[in-house]
């Protein structure tokens, strides 16, 4: 019975910090610090940002997030949870992506039509996804259970989750290959690596004026201070090594 009660509990605490609140305290993060990864084009989801939760005071399971706000419709939006069950804990079944939409408070009091649900394998293995429009809004949700193959008496998942959701700006719609790609994009820090380089929007690419380059390279022509920003920005998202950061400064430092 308490494993079926902190499962209620994850789920409602996903719903609420959709939207910025919560019964907890989110600390914000570097992206070298938290446990989650997110590969993606710098500038695809303004504003996003680490937060974490670590592991409640009874040590029973530990709370990680990724994402931005804003109102839904008035740019791209996403949220990533993953939520890591302790010792004797387990998720008894997979997440019903479809029946999760009303759990998020962001689409809790939307018209939310589901237009077709699917399964792919990301870096935890299995994962559920679900593409949708929620009042004219097209998203997509995805979960995927996993972890610790102990048995357990009845049904069983696994002790770890993962999941969230992306949505375009009004007018937009979430095809399933780019769904795909960004729940590709997503990894767990020293156990699962992403699987996918880095998500790229529908109709964006990674050197267009609303990114930067992901590689390390800059624009020519751009200051050395913009360069080193850049550089800087790119080390702090998790996009370049810090072996590939120290290379290319001292590259823009000796052409002073």
């Given at each position: 019975m308490a494993v079926l009660v902190r499962v209620t509990l994850i789920a409602s605490s996903a719903a609420i910090v959709s939207t910025g609140a919560s019964a907890g305290e989110w600390k914000k993060v570097s992206a070298e610090g938290s446990p989650l990864i997110f590969r993606a084009a710098p500038n695809v989801l303004p504003g996003a940002g680490f937060q974490s939760k670590g592991w409640d005071d009874g040590y029973r399971f530990r709370s990680e997030y990724f994402g931005n706000g804003g109102s839904l419709g008035s740019r791209r939006l996403a949220g990533i949870w993953y939520y890591d069950l302790s010792g004797g804990r387990h998720y008894p079944t997979r997440e019903d992506v479809a029946e999760a939409i009303s759990r998020f408070r962001i689409f809790k009091e939307r018209t939310n039509s589901v237009r077709s649900t699917h399964r792919t394998v990301a870096a935890f293995g299995n994962t559920d996804f679900v593409l949708f429009d929620s009042g004219g809004v097209g998203c997509m949700l995805f979960s995927s259970t996993f972890g610790d193959g102990t048995f357990h008496i009845g049904t069983y998942a696994g002790t770890s989750r993962v999941h969230g959701y992306y949505c375009e700006p009004t007018g937009g719609?979430?095809?399933?290959?780019?769904?795909?790609?960004?729940?590709?994009?997503?990894?767990?820090?020293?156990?699962?690596?992403?699987?996918?380089?880095?998500?790229?929007?529908?109709?964006?690419?990674?050197a267009d004026a609303a990114t930067a380059p992901t590689t390390g390279a800059v624009a020519p022509g751009s200051s050395a201070e913009a360069?080193?920003?850049?550089?800087?920005?790119?080390?702090?998202?998790?996009?370049?090594?810090?072996?590939?950061?120290?290379?290319?400064?001292?590259?823009?430092?000796?052409?002073?």
């Open positions: 719609r979430v095809a399933q290959d780019d769904a795909e790609r960004f729940i590709k994009a997503i990894g767990i820090r020293n156990l699962r690596d992403p699987i996918a380089p880095e998500f790229v929007p529908p109709g964006s690419k990674p360069r080193l920003a850049t550089l800087k920005s790119l080390l702090d998202r998790g996009l370049i090594t810090k072996a590939d950061y120290e290379k290319k400064k001292q590259e823009i430092l000796s052409g002073l």
